[in-house]
């Protein structure tokens, strides 16, 4: 398990933050962190602030420690062996929840915005291709589920289901996975947790598993699936391996909504202010860094997190999606400039509609079994995601002058709700987030009003 520690400074550093944000926020009750992340190119902002020397400037000594799983780091956090980690966006809402590991986690930073993809076999790919509109030679992107479907349906009249992978239960890789299969009209599964049904298959047309993120183009390869969503690099690795195809990116199932968050426990976060407001200003900055100037510095980033300490995979591999660009084919290279957004679009910032949109989602596939009403979605969001505490860490950056106000959403008027029209999805449904049981009710395939699995 790879480890860093930051070297101690100098107690005469913190003497030199400006009078006014001292005054703000105090001195880091804890000081000595450690950090939790999976091996993912979204992990780069805790990266880039330990490499930049951004949790230094805040007087924080961190340990940054890749984990063996979601499951585990989100374990380590609720136990105290971590003090926050870089987590799947449904995790914090999840385990509030009481769904899986009850405990009260919450998240006042968004680590990024898309940045995952759906792979399929080469013999899967090849039999979807039959049914992919090509425009000079190339298929026309995005790729809809209704080519799969055909595949699907033989599948099942053979009795042998198609099989695919999903990182964890309420990872944003299982709800875009199943978002992108029910628009072409395959039904994913349903979960019945009060039935005991925790693997999400009832009624399904495939058969959707975890599989941890750096396991997956082995698991492809090894036939044990026939496709996966994952965040990268493990799906520009499969095309390096020539053992699998991208066929849509996340941005082209649903775009801009948060895909990982920094999570720390309440009872953490309210013991530790000064510091949690500390590592947030912290993370904005490399947040900032990452995008700035036209996602000048991806090239630097993708370096630094290609060591074995970080992600562990070729930098070809992870410049292959960071730098603006993703293949799908061999060969088939096209502009992504928002594959992986770190700050722009207001992307650091926690929207209560973010936490609100994943929550439908757990509706809609059974995960939250009974009906809710639209004031409970919110609320629910306004519990785990804080934006309170972001505006805290906001303001002390632009009072010490290291960003300016233009760089942040306004908050005068900044409802912590995203317009209808900022994500769009790839079956033309919009999203609002006040109206949670209209968006809910809107899908042809899934669970609807008072409907229980």
Not at 34 to 50: E, R, S
Not at 274 to 279: D, E, G, V
Not at 366 to 391: H, L, N, T
């Amino acid at each position: 398990m790879a480890k860093r520690r930051l070297s101690v400074i100098a107690a005469g550093a913190l003497l030199a933050l400006p009078l006014l944000a001292q005054a703000k926020v105090g001195y880091a009750e804890k000081d000595e962190l450690k950090f939790g992340f999976i091996k993912l190119t979204d992990m780069a902002p805790l990266a880039v602030a330990y490499d930049r020397g951004y949790f230094e400037d805040e007087g924080l000594f961190v340990t940054l420690e890749a984990q063996a799983n979601w499951k585990v780091l989100l374990d380590r956090v609720i136990s105290g062996e971590l003090d926050g980690a870089h987590m799947l966006a449904g995790q914090p809402l999840a385990a509030t929840l009481g769904y899986g590991t009850k405990a009260d986690i919450i998240t006042a930073f968004t680590m990024d915005l898309n940045g995952n993809a759906c792979t399929v076999s080469n013999t899967l790919w090849a039999n979807m291709k039959k049914q992919v509109p090509m425009s000079a030679g190339k298929p026309v992107h995005p790729i809809a589920a209704t080519t799969l479907k055909p595949v699907v349906e033989r599948a099942l009249k053979q009795g042998k289901p198609l099989k695919f992978g999903m990182v964890f239960p309420v990872s944003t890789h299982n709800y875009e996975l199943r978002y992108w299969l029910a628009a072409g009209g395959i039904n994913p599964g349903f979960y019945a947790p009060q039935r005991g049904n925790t693997a999400g298959n009832l009624q399904a047309d495939v058969q959707i598993s975890v599989t941890p993120p750096p396991q997956m183009p082995a698991t492809l390869e090894a036939g044990t699936i026939n496709g996966y969503c994952v965040g990268e690099p493990w799906n520009q690795q499969a095309v390096f391996r020539g053992i699998g195809v991208p066929v849509v990116a996340d941005l082209a199932i649903r775009n801009n909504v948060a895909e990982k968050v920094f999570g720390v426990s309440r009872g953490w976060a309210e013991k530790y202010p000064n510091t949690h407001i500390r590592l947030v200003k912290a993370l904005i900055r490399a947040g900032y860094w990452l995008d700035a100037n036209n996602n000048a510095n991806r090239p630097a980033a993708a370096k630094l997190i290609s060591k074995s300490i970080y992600v562990g995979a070729d930098y070809p591999i992870i410049a292959n999606s960071m730098t603006g660009q993703f293949e799908f084919e061999k060969g088939d290279r096209r502009a992504l400039p928002d594959f992986n957004v770190f700050f722009r679009y207001h992307a650091t910032y926690p929207y209560y509609s973010d936490a609100v949109w994943y929550l439908t989602q757990m509706r809609r596939w059974g995960q939250i079994p009974e009906a809710k009403s639209d004031g409970w979605y919110v609320e629910m969001a306004k519990r785990v995601f804080r934006p309170d505490i972001y505006r805290q860490a906001a303001a002390e950056l632009i009072s010490e002058g290291k960003l300016k106000t233009s760089d942040f959403p306004n908050f005068v008027s900044e409802s912590g709700f995203r317009p209808v029209n900022a994500t769009t999805f790839i079956d033309g449904i919009r999203f609002d987030g006040r109206k949670p049981n209209a968006y809910i009710d809107s899908f042809r395939i899934g669970l609807k009003g008072k409907q229980t699995p």
